[in-house]
């Protein structure tokens, strides 16, 4: 055993070395300075060959005031709100350094400083990592600065460090972005709005902010704000920082701040361009937001400037064709998303975001959830049932050539045979767009004219989560799907512009897949950042299914609903979509090189609720046939100017035929041949051939592959996006993100 004076001397070297190892640290740190903080620099953003788009960041948006420039009431509303003790304490709490260091050892979540001193510390750090020996120097420091520095110099450099939401770092940012004043105008009430935000503005700016965070919608972060607003007074009134007299005009009515405000260079579509990317580098890098926004990137996008500009040409043309606000109510409020990606790459070339943020439109339309798809989602219903085929033989995939009732208002069965119920446990029908009587036609011909019927049976046989994983796998985000009743096969789900876009390249791709990326490299201080390679190209469907939708969504655009993009000169393959309401409209289509896709909509302003496009662009309703095709007519010719045409790989037979339980077996021919007569030596008359008339009437052959058309099954092109949604709500929700898109945690 060691003796007590082994153990003793042992002990007293130990804490002589970590006050030694302290006090050196402590010599070691220096103070900061809020002036050095002002320094930050602007991102830089390329754009796919190399030259430069725009510089944004908060370099621009920084100006550093005295503390006699600052209203008493924000300092107090901070000190109320965070630091009661701010006066009094050394400006380090042991205890917390301490359950944030025990965090870190654990792995779990980190915590902040928490007295303003701390914070003040860490907001001048360009490095937020979260580390321990990070954690350790921002406690010398903050020691350091607690003994140098006077009260109101650390709360000077706290408030003009700080960052308060839409790019504005400091009082005098803030005051000037969110009401247009400086900050020693600030009324209580405002100090109150303003230190609210500190607590996170990503959830307490009454905006939408679900592109960084599906719960940060206006409504909700109104409702935060509002609360807290409220709470921060109430502390200042009682920690007797406001009169009774001057809590109950601040208390009176909220401070709404200004709206969103465009920024130098964020115009057009750069500001939609920026905020993909943008949204890309937080979702695949540990660069936190407000490090990424205290500048100094240079972030290296997907983007082509030609086809960018093709794509926005191609929305105004089409829109000042068809579109005239001023001379019709219904065709005010009309929106457009859209978005390119290069098939078995994902590369994002081209996005349409909205009108810009210099008109307050926010709202990245290529990367927001909330559209419904409509009938863009039966091609995942039928590659579904080719790769699995059905219950009744799910050894064996569903040929195209399969037939099942395309006839309005049919009850819809389940797989044990029961009809499909609504909510009231009455039984639920399924409608088309028309009454037209198709009868039992191929799957082929009804996702030629878009008949609806079939494809809610077809995705009933099949299995709806079939059809999320097919989905899926082509890209389309968990985030994004609708309840697995009945309608959703006929494109309830909300996913973004961008990843159905994504999702037909994989049919494009011959089914393989690779999610969408719009940054190929990020540096900063000429030093490359790790995790921007090119997404991994995974199989989502087996080869020939893929060739197989591609061949039906070919006849889609030769005969179908979308003849629209025949214009377009050379093999293309798409499908429209129109949900209930007529609320959104949408045409996906792509060639080997180009997977485009374009949503139109009309969206309240008050609320972001859908509304119906009846009589908008002075026709009784939107189908994704008309405008929305038009457009991606328009944007693939200048976007392809100049490229071959390599077609599409030929589809091989796929499947059996199976039919739907109910469909009359085909009459075989009947051949009458008379006996020969002998005696007769004219040329004999050829025997007639007697053929029983069936509900499928003639075929003739598209490709490998056969269409019906004539008889009872040739009628006018309709879009047939109605979904009728048994139990889930309907498409009027409000819209949010996903998104992401395909950012907000992964895209949108």
Same mark, same amino acid.
């Given at each position: 055993?060691?003796?007590?004076?082994?153990?003793?001397?042992?002990?007293? /070297?130990?804490?002589?070395?970590?006050?030694?190892?302290?006090?050196?640290?402590?010599?070691?740190?220096?103070?900061?300075?809020?002036?050095?903080?002002?320094?930050?620099?602007?991102?830089?953003?390329?754009?796919?060959?190399?030259?430069?788009?725009?510089?944004?960041?908060?370099?621009?948006?920084?100006?550093? $005031? &005295?503390?006699?420039?600052?209203?008493?009431?924000?300092?107090?509303? $901070?000190?109320?709100?965070?630091?009661?003790?701010?006066?009094?304490?050394?400006?380090?709490?042991?205890?917390?350094?301490?359950?944030?260091?025990?965090?870190? *050892?654990?792995?779990?979540?980190?915590?902040?400083?928490?007295?303003?001193?701390?914070?003040?510390?860490?907001?001048?750090?360009?490095?937020?990592?979260?580390?321990?020996?990070?954690?350790?120097?921002?406690?010398?420091?903050?020691?350091?600065?607690?003994?140098?520095?006077?009260?109101?110099?650390?709360?000077?450099?706290?408030?003009?460090?700080?960052?308060?939401?839409?790019?504005?770092?400091?009082?005098?940012?803030?005051?000037?972005?969110?009401?247009?004043?400086?900050?020693?105008?600030?009324?209580?009430?405002?100090?109150?709005?303003?230190?609210?935000?500190?607590?996170?503005?990503?959830?307490?700016?009454?905006?939408?902010?679900?592109?960084?965070?599906?719960?940060?919608?206006?409504?909700?972060?109104?409702?935060?704000?509002?609360?807290?607003?409220?709470?921060?007074?109430?502390?200042?009134?009682?920690?007797?920082?406001?009169?009774?007299?001057?809590?109950?005009?601040?208390?009176?009515?909220?401070?709404?701040?200004?709206?969103?405000?465009?920024?130098?260079?964020?115009?057009?579509?750069?500001?939609?361009?920026?905020?993909?990317?943008?949204?890309?580098?937080?979702?695949?890098?540990?660069?936190?937001? &407000?490090?990424?926004?205290?500048?100094?990137?240079?972030?290296?996008?997907?983007?082509?400037?030609?086809?960018?500009?093709?794509?926005?040409?191609?929305?105004?043309?089409?829109?000042?064709?068809?579109?005239?606000?001023?001379?019709?109510?219904?065709?005010?409020?009309?929106?457009?998303?859209?978005?390119? $990606?290069?098939?078995?790459?994902? *590369?994002?070339?081209?996005?349409?975001?909205?009108?810009?943020?210099?008109?307050?439109?926010?709202?990245?339309?290529?990367?927001?959830?909330?559209?419904?798809?409509?009938?863009?989602?039966?091609?995942?219903?039928?590659?579904?049932?080719?790769?699995?085929?059905?219950?009744?033989?799910?050894?064996?995939?569903?040929?195209?050539?399969?037939?099942?009732?395309?006839?309005?208002?049919?009850?819809?069965?389940?797989?044990?045979?029961?009809?499909?119920?609504?909510?009231?446990?009455?039984?639920?029908?399924?409608?088309?767009?028309?009454?037209?009587?198709?009868?039992?036609?191929?799957?082929?011909? /009804?996702?030629?004219?878009?008949?609806? =019927?079939?494809?809610?049976?077809?995705?009933?046989?099949?299995?709806?989560?079939?059809?999320?994983?097919?989905?899926?796998?082509?890209?389309?985000?968990?985030?994004?799907?609708?309840?697995?009743?009945?309608?959703?096969?006929?494109?309830?789900?909300?996913?973004?512009?961008?990843?159905?876009?994504? /999702?037909?390249?994989?049919?494009?791709?011959?089914?393989?897949?690779?999610?969408?990326?719009?940054?190929?490299? $990020?540096?900063?201080?000429?030093?490359?950042?790790?995790?921007?390679?090119?997404?991994?190209? &995974?199989?989502?469907?087996?080869?020939?299914?893929?060739?197989?939708?591609?061949?039906?969504?070919?006849?889609?655009?030769?005969?179908?609903?979308?003849?629209?993009?025949?214009?377009?000169?050379?093999?293309?393959?798409?499908? =429209?979509? &129109?949900?209930?309401?007529?609320?959104?409209?949408?045409?996906?289509?792509?060639?080997?090189?180009?997977?485009?896709?374009?949503?139109?909509?009309?969206?309240?302003?008050?609320?972001?609720?859908?509304?119906?496009?009846?009589?908008?662009?002075?026709?009784?309703?939107?189908?994704?046939?008309?405008?929305?095709?038009?457009?991606?007519?328009?944007?693939?010719?200048?976007?392809?100017?100049?490229?071959?045409?390599?077609?599409?790989?030929?589809?091989?037979?796929?499947?059996?035929?199976?039919?739907?339980?109910?469909?009359?077996?085909?009459?075989?021919?009947?051949?009458?041949?008379?006996?020969?007569?002998?005696?007769?030596?004219?040329?004999?008359?050829?025997?007639?051939?007697?053929?029983?008339?069936?509900?499928?009437?003639?075929?003739?052959?598209?490709?490998?592959?056969?269409?019906? =058309?004539?008889?009872?099954?040739?009628?006018?092109?309709?879009?047939?996006?109605?979904?009728?949604?048994?139990?889930?709500?309907?498409?009027?929700?409000?819209?949010?993100?996903?998104?992401?898109?395909?950012?907000?945690?992964?895209?949108?």
């Amino acid at each position: 055993m060691p003796s007590w004076r082994l153990v003793s001397g042992l002990c007293l /070297a130990f804490f002589g070395g970590l006050v030694a190892i302290a006090g050196i640290g402590y010599a070691m740190v220096g103070i900061p300075s809020e002036n050095a903080a002002a320094k930050s620099e602007n991102n830089v953003y390329y754009w796919a060959d190399g030259s430069q788009m725009v510089a944004t960041g908060a370099g621009a948006n920084r100006q550093n $005031v &005295t503390i006699d420039k600052i209203p008493k009431a924000m300092q107090y509303a $901070v000190i109320s709100a965070e630091n009661k003790s701010f006066y009094s304490d050394s400006g380090v709490d042991p205890m917390g350094i301490a359950r944030a260091l025990a965090n870190m *050892a654990r792995g779990g979540d980190t915590q902040g400083g928490s007295t303003i001193t701390q914070q003040y510390v860490k907001n001048t750090y360009l490095s937020q990592e979260q580390t321990v020996s990070r954690k350790f120097k921002e406690m010398f420091i903050s020691i350091k600065v607690g003994t140098k520095l006077t009260k109101d110099e650390i709360l000077q450099g706290y408030l003009n460090t700080s960052y308060y939401g839409r790019d504005a770092y400091g009082i005098q940012a803030a005051a000037q972005t969110y009401y247009g004043v400086d900050a020693e105008k600030l009324t209580p009430s405002q100090c109150a709005f303003l230190a609210a935000l500190l607590k996170g503005p990503t959830y307490y700016d009454p905006v939408d902010n679900t592109s960084y965070d599906k719960s940060a919608t206006k409504a909700k972060n109104t409702e935060r704000s509002k609360y807290r607003w409220g709470w921060i007074l109430e502390q200042m009134h009682d920690d007797k920082h406001l009169t009774d007299a001057e809590y109950q005009t601040a208390i009176k009515k909220y401070p709404m701040p200004q709206g969103l405000k465009a920024t130098k260079g964020m115009t057009g579509q750069i500001s939609y361009l920026v905020d993909t990317a943008k949204k890309y580098v937080l979702a695949h890098s540990k660069i936190s937001r &407000t490090e990424f926004d205290q500048g100094g990137y240079q972030i290296y996008t997907t983007f082509e400037k030609n086809k960018v500009n093709a794509l926005a040409k191609a929305v105004k043309k089409i829109e000042d064709e068809k579109i005239d606000p001023e001379k019709r109510e219904l065709d005010k409020h009309v929106q457009f998303g859209a978005a390119s $990606v290069r098939p078995k790459d994902g *590369a994002i070339v081209a996005l349409y975001g909205g009108a810009g943020y210099e008109n307050d439109h926010f709202n990245n339309n290529a990367d927001t959830s909330g559209v419904p798809v409509g009938s863009t989602w039966k091609p995942f219903v039928m590659a579904a049932a080719m790769q699995y085929g059905t219950y009744k033989d799910p050894d064996v995939g569903v040929s195209p050539l399969s037939k099942y009732n395309g006839n309005d208002h049919l009850k819809v069965r389940n797989n044990d045979g029961s009809y499909v119920l609504k909510k009231d446990n009455s039984v639920f029908y399924q409608e088309n767009e028309s009454d037209y009587p198709w009868g039992y036609i191929s799957l082929r011909k /009804a996702m030629e004219q878009s008949v609806n =019927t079939p494809f809610v049976q077809l995705g009933m046989d099949v299995g709806m989560s079939r059809v999320r994983d097919v989905a899926k796998a082509s890209g389309i985000l968990d985030q994004s799907f609708e309840t697995l009743n009945a309608s959703f096969a006929l494109g309830t789900s909300t996913p973004s512009a961008i990843r159905m876009a994504d /999702a037909y390249a994989t049919f494009a791709a011959s089914g393989k897949h690779a999610d969408p990326y719009s940054v190929t490299e $990020v540096k900063k201080d000429g030093q490359d950042l790790p995790g921007f390679d090119k997404p991994k190209v &995974t199989l989502a469907m087996p080869e020939n299914v893929a060739h197989n939708v591609t061949d039906m969504l070919e006849n889609v655009v030769e005969n179908g609903t979308g003849q629209n993009a025949k214009a377009l000169g050379r093999a293309a393959a798409g499908k =429209t979509g &129109t949900t209930d309401s007529n609320k959104s409209a949408w045409f996906v289509g792509y060639t080997q090189q180009l997977s485009t896709s374009i949503a139109m909509f009309r969206e309240d302003p008050k609320n972001s609720k859908l509304l119906s496009m009846n009589g908008t662009a002075g026709e009784d309703s939107i189908h994704g046939g008309d405008i929305p095709t038009s457009i991606w007519t328009e944007y693939m010719k200048a976007a392809l100017k100049g490229a071959n045409d390599p077609g599409f790989p030929d589809a091989e037979k796929i499947g059996e035929i199976q039919d739907e339980d109910g469909a009359p077996s085909p009459t075989p021919s009947v051949t009458a041949t008379p006996s020969p007569t002998p005696s007769v030596t004219a040329s004999p008359t050829p025997s007639p051939t007697l053929t029983a008339p069936s509900p499928s009437a003639t075929e003739s052959c598209f490709g490998f592959q056969c269409a019906d =058309t004539g008889g009872a099954n040739s009628g006018g092109t309709t879009d047939g996006g109605t979904t009728s949604t048994p139990t889930a709500t309907e498409t009027d929700s409000t819209r949010g993100n996903g998104n992401g898109g395909i950012f907000g945690g992964s895209t949108g």
